[in-house]
């Protein structure tokens, strides 16, 4: 799709070069000695699991989950229509020459075998999975929630920023340490990150987890260095031009205290979705047809399961690109940038066998969907832009000011964040707390970014 000249002056500063970077060799870490600091931090992963416990033997249509289920269901073939991307596969725009780096505790050991099926189910074509084992990461075992939640969370993540950009390389990264042994995975997460994008290896960087601002060391008493110690990746990624993206999170504008378990009463924001390094991706939830076709606009993702993450940080300022959405964010730094599919009601297909007690197709939302998701639209931008992309959001909060046909970003004006006993954010014409800068019209969106 071509783009108007007025646009194209409008976004002449969109067209940065590429760092170039030489492939090496990651050497594997020994124990983050700041892991013990952070002790009392829960990392989890940003989804809201699923919604099946046994696997079906065959992904049904949305129409037949609405009966039987009593949720919608979408493939990835229905999320490539709603977002209008198969214009793109048709110019050749698939990804192709670009790296997705997906950073998840523990992995999955089916996830090559899971990956093929998915694609089979769908037409997709193949691709192999680069697996990097970062630190100790233990053997696999079926019975550990916590290792079967993360292999959830790694399935999710390979299947949907593979289906939405197949050409695309995808690195997964399996960080070793356990939650349970009352660690963070945090530092390993950032140093295997970092290593990645030294290397040249990272185009995008997908995170499908966080954790509360709120429960960081120090955070009670004003002292957030145990956050701004653990943004050296990003920083890395932002002197390389590497995209990094984390989800919102789906307990809206609350989130988890340290034991994970109980939500705080009021509203908080987590990290890294926080940080103004990083483009924070929210969740909306569609109305789709069998066929993929919108039948109603999309909403802020807030239904029976969880709602998209969403507020003002409490530790970083508002950074210089919110400054025209100031009104809204005030001093402080503003999530998400904008939305994606990540409702339960609405949940995607995943194909799963890591767990021998519920092997087949599973259904999963949460914004830890939406943000594989998003990293698929990266590469493809990436590729036609013929360069890294880097660092998104000025772009994005630029794109903002052009009309909709130009920008591809579509306005998101229903819904809230609202979740439990917390009162959330609404969404509204333009910028909210809620859905960021709405979701995206994938050919023109595309387009826009790449400034092409």
């Given at each position: 799709?071509?783009s108007?000249?007025?646009?194209?002056?409008a976004?002449?500063?969109?067209?940065?070069?590429?760092?170039?970077?030489?492939?090496?060799?990651?050497?594997?870490?020994?124990a983050h000695?700041?892991?013990?600091?952070?002790?009392?931090?829960?990392?989890?992963?940003?989804?809201?699991?699923h919604?099946s416990?046994?696997?079906r033997?065959?992904?049904?249509?949305?129409?037949q989950?609405?009966?039987?289920?009593?949720i919608?269901?979408?493939?990835?073939l229905?999320?490539r229509?709603?977002?209008n991307?198969?214009?793109?596969?048709?110019?050749g725009v698939?990804?192709?020459?670009r790296?997705?780096?997906?950073?998840d505790?523990?992995?999955?050991?089916?996830?090559?075998h899971?990956?093929e099926v998915?694609?089979?189910?769908?037409?997709?074509?193949?691709?192999?999975?680069?697996?990097?084992?970062?630190?100790?990461v233990?053997?696999f075992?079926?019975?550990?929630?916590?290792?079967?939640?993360?292999?959830g969370?790694?399935?999710?993540?390979?299947?949907?920023?593979?289906?939405?950009?197949?050409?695309a390389?995808?690195?997964?990264?399996?960080?070793?340490v356990?939650?349970?042994e009352?660690?963070?995975?945090l530092?390993?997460?950032?140093?295997a990150?970092?290593?990645?994008?030294?290397?040249?290896r990272?185009?995008?960087?997908?995170?499908?987890?966080?954790?509360?601002?709120?429960?960081f060391?120090?955070?009670?008493?004003?002292?957030?260095?145990?956050?701004?110690g653990?943004?050296?990746?990003f920083?890395?990624?932002?002197?390389?031009?590497?995209?990094?993206?984390?989800?919102?999170?789906?307990?809206?504008a609350?989130?988890?205290?340290?034991?994970?378990?109980?939500?705080?009463?009021?509203?908080v924001n987590?990290?890294?979705?926080?940080d103004?390094?990083?483009t924070?991706?929210g969740?909306t939830?569609?109305s789709?047809?069998?066929a993929?076709?919108?039948?109603?606009?999309d909403?802020v993702?807030?239904?029976?399961?969880?709602?998209?993450?969403g507020?003002?940080?409490a530790?970083?300022?508002?950074?210089w690109?919110?400054?025209?959405?100031?009104?809204v964010?005030g001093?402080?730094r503003?999530t998400?940038?904008?939305s994606m599919?990540a409702?339960?009601?609405?949940a995607?297909?995943?194909?799963?066998s890591y767990?021998?007690t519920?092997?087949?197709?599973?259904?999963?939302?949460g914004?830890?969907?939406?943000?594989?998701?998003?990293?698929?639209?990266?590469?493809?931008?990436?590729?036609l832009?013929?360069?890294?992309?880097?660092q998104?959001?000025?772009r994005?909060?630029?794109?903002?000011?052009?009309?909709?046909?130009?920008?591809?970003?579509?306005?998101?004006?229903?819904?809230d964040n609202?979740?439990?006993?917390v009162?959330?954010?609404?969404?509204a014409?333009g910028?909210?707390?809620?859905?960021?800068?709405?979701?995206i019209d994938?050919?023109?969106?595309?387009?826009a970014?790449?400034?092409r």
């Amino acid at each position: 799709m071509g783009s108007p000249a007025t646009l194209r002056r409008a976004l002449a500063l969109l067209a940065v070069g590429a760092t170039a970077l030489t492939a090496g060799t990651l050497a594997v870490p020994a124990a983050h000695p700041a892991a013990a600091g952070l002790a009392g931090v829960h990392v989890r992963p940003a989804s809201a699991g699923h919604i099946s416990a046994v696997g079906r033997n065959a992904p049904l249509p949305t129409s037949q989950c609405v009966s039987e289920i009593g949720i919608h269901c979408y493939s990835p073939l229905q999320y490539r229509t709603a977002y209008n991307l198969d214009p793109l596969y048709r110019e050749g725009v698939t990804g192709k020459g670009r790296t997705i780096v997906i950073v998840d505790s523990f992995g999955s050991p089916t996830i090559q075998h899971d990956l093929e099926v998915f694609d089979k189910q769908w037409g997709i074509p193949d691709t192999k999975v680069e697996v990097v084992r970062w630190g100790n990461v233990p053997v696999f075992d079926p019975t550990n929630p916590d290792h079967t939640g993360w292999a959830g969370e790694s399935t999710l993540d390979v299947e949907y920023a593979h289906a939405i950009a197949p050409d695309a390389h995808i690195i997964l990264v399996e960080t070793g340490v356990a939650e349970t042994e009352g660690t963070t995975g945090l530092p390993e997460m950032m140093d295997a990150e970092k290593a990645l994008i030294k290397s040249g290896r990272a185009d995008v960087i997908s995170q499908s987890f966080g954790a509360t601002e709120n429960t960081f060391p120090g955070f009670d008493k004003g002292d957030y260095s145990s956050i701004t110690g653990l943004r050296y990746a990003f920083q890395e990624a932002a002197a390389r031009d590497v995209t990094v993206l984390a989800a919102s999170g789906d307990t809206g504008a609350t989130d988890y205290q340290a034991n994970g378990e109980d939500l705080y009463p009021h509203k908080v924001n987590s990290w890294p979705s926080a940080d103004p390094l990083v483009t924070s991706v929210g969740g909306t939830q569609l109305s789709l047809d069998d066929a993929g076709r919108r039948t109603g606009p999309d909403q802020v993702w807030h239904d029976n399961y969880g709602a998209g993450g969403g507020g003002t940080s409490a530790v970083f300022e508002r950074p210089w690109y919110q400054a025209g959405v100031a009104g809204v964010t005030g001093n402080h730094r503003g999530t998400p940038d904008l939305s994606m599919s990540a409702a339960v009601d609405g949940a995607a297909w995943t194909y799963e066998s890591y767990d021998p007690t519920s092997v087949g197709w599973h259904l999963t939302g949460g914004t830890s969907e939406a943000t594989p998701i998003f990293s698929g639209v990266v590469a493809l931008a990436d590729q036609l832009a013929g360069h890294r992309l880097g660092q998104l959001n000025w772009r994005l909060y630029g794109l903002a000011l052009l009309p909709q046909q130009w920008s591809g970003l579509v306005d998101v004006t229903a819904g809230d964040n609202s979740w439990d006993t917390v009162t959330g954010y609404r969404a509204a014409k333009g910028y909210d707390l809620a859905s960021g800068l709405g979701t995206i019209d994938g050919a023109r969106f595309v387009h826009a970014l790449a400034g092409r």
